[in-house]
C-alpha cells in the first residue's frame, strides 16, 4: 500500500509543474483550514463555512484581512489552528515538510526540493538544506524572545494563562507578517506603549528582511563582505521605513481621527513609527486607517505594493524589484548598458525578471481590483487599499472587507492566494516554454 501510495504521487509529481504543485499543495491546505475552523471545536457557533474558508486562506497566505473577529468567534482550539496555519504558511509549506523528513531520517527527492526552491525564491539547489535550518532556528527564536517581551505587557493585564497565550499568538503573528489580532481593534489599546511598539514591529522587520538576509548578516558579519542582495535589502528597508515615517507623521500630524487624536506627542511618535513600518505586510494597525486623509493612504498602498523581501514571510513584489526598477529606469535616462551599485553591476536578466514581476503584480491587482468593484458599491479608494492588501499579504483594512458579498470575498480570497505564491510563480505557471524556431528581423517601435 505504502509503495502504490508513493508511486502514486510520484506520477502526480511527473505531471505537474513545481509552480503548479506549489499552488496545489497551498490551495489543498487552505481547503482543509476551512473544513478544521469549520467545526463546533474551533468556533462559538457564528462562524459559516464561507467565513471560516477567508479565515483560512488569509490565515495560510500570512495576509490577516478577517470576516470574523478572531479573538472572540475562535475558540482556543480554534486560535490555535489558526496560528498553526500562519506559522506553516509564513515560513513555507515544503519548508515544514523537509524539516520533517529530516527528522524522521528520510531523503527530500528532487522533485520536493524542485517545489522548495520555488517556494523559497531560490534559483539554485544548493543549500537549500542549511536555508530551511536557519529559516527555523530564526523563527523559534524571534517569536521566543517577542513572546516574553510581550508578556511583560499581557499577564499583567490578562493574567497568567490567557497572558501568555495573548503573547504567543502576536508573536507568531508578528513574525510571519500576518497581522491576526486577538483583538477586535488590532493593537489600537496600546498605540503608546513602547514594548508592543518595538517588539511587534522588531520581529516582522526581521521576518520581511528574508532568511537569505540573515544567514548572510550571521555569516558575514561586515558590511564590506554582505551580498549585493542583502546590501540592497538593507539599504532599502532603511530609506522605506526612514521615509515613511517622517511622511506619516507629516501627513497625520494634524488629523484628530488619527494622530492628533492622541493624547502625547510621544503616542504621536510611536503611531507614525508602527504605521510607518506595518504596511509592509505586517497588517497590525494602532490608528484606524479608515480615519486616515487621501495622501496617507495613497503612501500606504504604495507601501503595501513594495512589501518585503525575496524568501521572507513577507508579499509585495520585494524591496530589492523596486531598487532594480529605479536602477534601470536611471541608467535609460544615462544610456547605460548596465545597472552599477555598491561595486556590482546588474545585466539584462535581472532587468527582464524586474519588469515581468512588476507588470504580473499590476494585472493582478487591476484584475482583482475590476472583479471585487463590479458588486462593491462602496468607495473606491477603500476597495483599492483592500485589493492591494490582500494582494502583498498585508492585512490592513478600511472596512471594505466585512461589507464584500460571497462573490467579493471569493476573489479577495483568490488576490491573497496569487499573492502568497508570488507573481513570477504564477507566471511560470501559466506560461509555456518553447524554444524558437526562427530568428526574425529586428523592428522597430516607438515607445513613450
Known amino acids: 500500500m505504502r509503495r502504490k501510495f508513493g508511486l502514486q504521487f510520484s506520477l502526480t509529481q511527473r505531471r505537474l509543474s513545481p509552480p503548479a504543485m ?28 464561507g467565513d471560516a474558508l477567508f479565515t483560512a486562506a488569509s490565515a495560510v ?28 504558511g509564513g515560513l513555507g509549506l515544503m519548508t515544514f515538510a523537509a524539516l520533517l523528513l529530516s527528522m524522521m531520517g528520510l531523503q527530500f527527492g528532487m522533485p520536493q526540493r524542485l517545489v522548495l526552491r520555488d517556494e523559497l525564491g531560490q534559483t539554485s539547489l544548493k543549500d537549500l538544506g542549511a536555508l530551511v535550518r536557519i529559516i527555523v532556528a530564526v523563527a523559534l527564536l524571534c517569536q521566543t524572545v ?11 493585564e490578562f493574567g497568567w494563562s490567557e497572558g501568555i497565550w495573548q503573547a504567543i499568538f502576536h508573536a507568531v503573528s508578528a513574525f510571519n507578517n500576518a497581522g491576526f489580532s486577538l483583538f477586535s481593534d488590532s493593537l489600537m489599546a496600546y498605540v503608546g506603549d513602547p514594548i508592543v511598539n518595538l517588539s511587534i514591529t522588531a520581529m516582522f522587520i526581521i521576518g520581511g528582511l528574508g532568511f537569505v538576509v540573515l544567514a548572510d548578516l550571521y555569516q ?12 540592497l535589502m538593507l539599504f532599502g528597508t532603511v530609506i522605506l521605513i526612514s521615509w515613511a515615517w517622517f511622511a506619516f507623521a507629516v501627513l497625520e500630524w494634524n488629523n484628530p481621527g488619527t ?38 493612504t495613497i503612501m500606504t498602498i504604495s507601501l503595501m505594493l513594495i512589501g518585503g523581501g525575496p524568501s521572507s514571510t513577507a508579499g509585495g513584489i ?35 525578471k524586474v519588469l515581468a514581476l512588476v507588470s504580473v ?17 462602496g468607495d473606491f479608494l ?67
Open 259 to 296: 494622530l492628533a487624536g492622541l493624547d502625547s506627542t510621544g503616542d504621536r511618535i510611536w503611531a507614525s513609527w508602527f504605521q510607518a513600518v506595518t504596511p509592509r505586510t505586517a497588517g497590525f494597525n494602532t490608528l484606524d486607517y479608515a480615519q486616515a486623509e487621501n495622501s496617507t
Open 382 to 448: 477603500d476597495l483599492l487599499f483592500e485589493v492591494t492588501s490582500a494582494f502583498g499579504t498585508v492585512g490592513l483594512s478600511r472596512g471594505a472587507t466585512g461589507e464584500l458579498d460571497a462573490m467579493g470575498r471569493t476573489f479577495i480570497i483568490i488576490t491573497m492566494f496569487a499573492g502568497r505564491l508570488g507573481p513570477l510563480t504564477l507566471g511560470f505557471f501559466l506560461a509555456v516554454k518553447s524554444a524558437p524556431r526562427v530568428r526574425y528581423p529586428e523592428g522597430k517601435v516607438f515607445l513613450g
Open 61 to 88: 497566505t500570512v495576509t490577516g484581512l478577517i470576516v470574523v473577529d478572531t479573538g472572540t468567534d475562535f475558540t482556543l482550539f480554534g486560535q490555535i489552528f489558526i496560528a498553526l496555519l500562519i506559522q506553516v
Open 146 to 156: 517577542g513572546a516574553a517581551a510581550l508578556m511583560f505587557v499581557f499577564v499583567p
Open 318 to 352: 520585494k524591496v530589492t524589484t523596486i531598487i532594480v526598477l529605479a536602477l534601470a529606469t536611471l541608467a535609460f535616462f544615462r544610456r547605460q548598458e548596465r545597472l552599477n551599485i555598491f561595486g556590482r553591476s546588474l545585466g539584462v536578466d535581472e532587468v527582464m
Open 22 to 49: 506549489l499552488a496545489t499543495i497551498y490551495a489543498a491546505f487552505i481547503a482543509l483550514g476551512a473544513v478544521v475552523l469549520w467545526l463546533p471545536v474551533s468556533q462559538t457557533g457564528d462562524v459559516t463555512l
Open 361 to 377: 503584480s499590476l494585472f493582478l491587482v487591476l484584475v482583482g481590483l475590476f472583479t471585487v468593484s463590479i458588486t462593491y458599491e
Open 220 to 231: 558575514k558579519r561586515s558590511w564590506q563582505k554582505l551580498s549585493l542582495h542583502s546590501k
